[in-house]
């Protein structure tokens, strides 16, 4: 049972340009949302983070949309930079469950 | 910058024998989490420990697991008679408190179990 779903395993994007990954969740109790950088080898870092309450929430070069209607949310990077090539994954909590579930993640590579 | 460490890196171990995964959270963090990835596959939520007891745990989280945090720093997965599938990441997360939802995850161990 996914309750949170990247449908895309891989993108690739051009440096200079606009990396957009998407997530889909299908539990409506979800009222937070994060997005994680993995490299390989190492730990999920945390990226950015978006409260139910919000729609967007931006911090430099990254901005998280939530449209919480669709039950969709998705992460900007702009511009992207090759530093940025990882796994990203999305992940969902609701208010009262202490875990994080997790997206399968979608590995960006940024081609110089 | 605080960080969760974990040791060892990296485990490899007999099947039927017993591993124990060593993590230290970030020292003010109340809530502790064990999460792992099998190769190519998501990171899944195994168990939260909050309070000196277990709060949330996972289908995948069974009798062969179990989890305890020995002392003021070190929280520890003990898996008892490990099998080929329990090949994976292990990674160990923190999280401050109730205020603040974002976890924060230790580099991992890769176990391997031939």
């Known amino acids: 049972d996914q309750q949170v779903k990247q449908n895309s395993p891989s993108l690739s994007v051009q440096e200079g340009r606009i990396s957009i990954l998407n997530c889909d969740y299908t539990?409506?109790?979800?009222?937070?949302f994060l997005w994680y950088k993995k490299y390989p080898a190492e730990g999920p870092t945390f990226l950015i983070s978006i409260s139910s309450i919000k729609d967007k929430n931006e911090d430099g070069r990254f901005t998280v949309f939530l449209n919480k209607s669709a039950k969709h949310l998705s992460l900007h990077i702009v511009p992207s930079q090759p530093g940025d090539s990882a796994v990203y994954f999305c992940a969902a909590s609701q208010t009262g469950a202490n875990n994080l579930f997790f997206g399968t993640g979608t590995r960006l590579t940024v081609i110089p | 910058e605080p960080e969760v460490t974990q040791t060892p890196s990296h485990q490899v171990t007999q099947m039927g024998q017993e591993v124990i995964l060593r993590c230290v959270p970030i020292s003010n963090h109340l809530y502790f989490y064990w999460y792992r990835q099998i190769l190519g596959q998501k990171v899944e939520f195994l168990v939260s420990f909050y309070n000196n007891e277990i709060s949330e745990k996972s289908e995948i989280f069974d009798d062969q697991f179990s989890v305890e945090r020995p002392d003021g720093s070190n929280f520890t997965l003990k898996i008892r008679s490990t099998k080929l599938e329990d090949s994976a990441m292990y990674f160990c997360a923190s999280r401050k408190d109730t205020l603040f939802r974002e976890a924060f995850f230790g580099q991992g161990t890769r176990l391997t179990v031939v």
């Open positions: 539990n409506s109790m979800f009222d937070y």
